[in-house]
């Protein structure tokens, strides 16, 4: 009898644990409720009623909190370019919600949009966002400055009698020459010959402000036409001069982007002209408006500017205009 209740015993315990065994799990999510009263304060370093974006130095200290919440992320973008998608990154934590100092360093003065995300228990979110204007200004070389522009205003060419005056190469870190391709002086006069007698003027507005102005009396030099904005160029077409009663816009002095490091016998000021809006362009015609200033003197000026084409960087040297 023993036998039989320890066999029977037997056979019940191992029928409940294969039912317990087949059993879902349940997991517990926690508190789904989202991080609520989230808000973001801004502290633009330099700024008073007399200077309402800042003292130039584009640095913003920001703080983040909200009621509930874990952890924050926070990410920029700017506001006029309605396609841009901030990154998100870790903001550190602190006794009172989360902070990050951030320098803003496009000349000029725009206007940024802070995101913030805040994160509760369960992956719940909540998310605020922040327009601020800030005021950013490169401390440029004063030498650049007085070579390009005689600290007044200055009219430039480009130098066709130079062998090298255009040419392209790889835009890489490393490449800093034209060596796919360099013209022979006066190359492009056959066909092109507004790439010659266009002039592009450098003028001193006020501190810190700028202005260029290209003037294209036979029209604008361009390969593709791709000059987005510039009427009466189409959207493509072969080299060659095409109609532009030429334009003037703001430009701001920056710190280059390309990534060349100035060394013996691959130089580079490591300063760029940044063009603003899409109407203006030195040389040759682009919609790439950050021209990296390889050399400056006061009688030369050569530049290194990204192509429309991925991966070509354009070489253009230019002179006083006589």
Request: aromatic share 10%; charged share 15%; net charge neutral.
């Amino acid at each position: 009898m023993n036998k039989k209740i320890i066999k029977t015993f037997g056979i019940l315990l191992a029928l409940f644990l294969a039912i317990f065994a087949c059993k879902d799990e349940n997991y517990s999510l926690g508190d789904l409720t989202a991080p609520s009263n989230l808000q973001i304060t801004t502290s633009i370093v330099g700024q008073s009623t007399a200077t309402p974006n800042g003292d130039g130095s584009g640095v913003v200290n920001i703080t983040a909190v909200a009621n509930n919440a874990l952890n924050y992320k926070i990410g920029y973008s700017v506001v006029s370019d309605v396609n841009a998608t901030p990154t998100l990154d870790v903001m550190p934590n602190s006794a009172d919600g989360a902070s990050v100092t951030k320098t803003f360093a496009t000349p000029g003065d725009i206007t940024y949009r802070v995101t913030v995300v805040a994160y509760g228990r369960g992956g719940s979110s909540t998310v605020e966002t922040k327009d601020i204007t800030v005021k950013s200004v490169y401390n440029v070389d004063p030498t650049i400055v007085t070579d390009l522009t005689n600290d007044s205003s200055k009219t430039w060419v480009v130098d066709a009698g130079t062998a090298g005056h255009f040419g392209v190469g790889p835009y890489t870190t490393t490449s800093y020459t034209p060596e796919w391709y360099s013209a022979a002086p006066y190359e492009k006069a056959s066909c092109c010959n507004c790439f010659y007698s266009a002039s592009f003027k450098f003028t001193v507005v006020a501190k810190n402000t700028y202005s260029m102005s290209s003037i294209t009396p036979d029209g604008a030099f361009t390969k593709t036409g791709s000059l987005a904005g510039i009427t009466g160029i189409p959207a493509s077409g072969d080299e060659g001069c095409y109609p532009y009663a030429g334009g003037t816009t703001a430009f701001f002095f920056s710190a280059s982007s390309s990534g060349l490091v100035n060394t013996p016998g691959a130089t580079t000021t490591n300063a760029s002209i940044l063009l603003d809006g899409n109407t203006t362009f030195i040389g040759y015609g682009a919609t790439k408006k950050e021209y990296e200033i390889l050399e400056i003197t006061p009688n030369t000026l050569y530049l290194r500017v990204q192509g429309t084409e991925p991966g070509n960087a354009w070489y253009i040297r230019l002179k006083p205009k006589p």
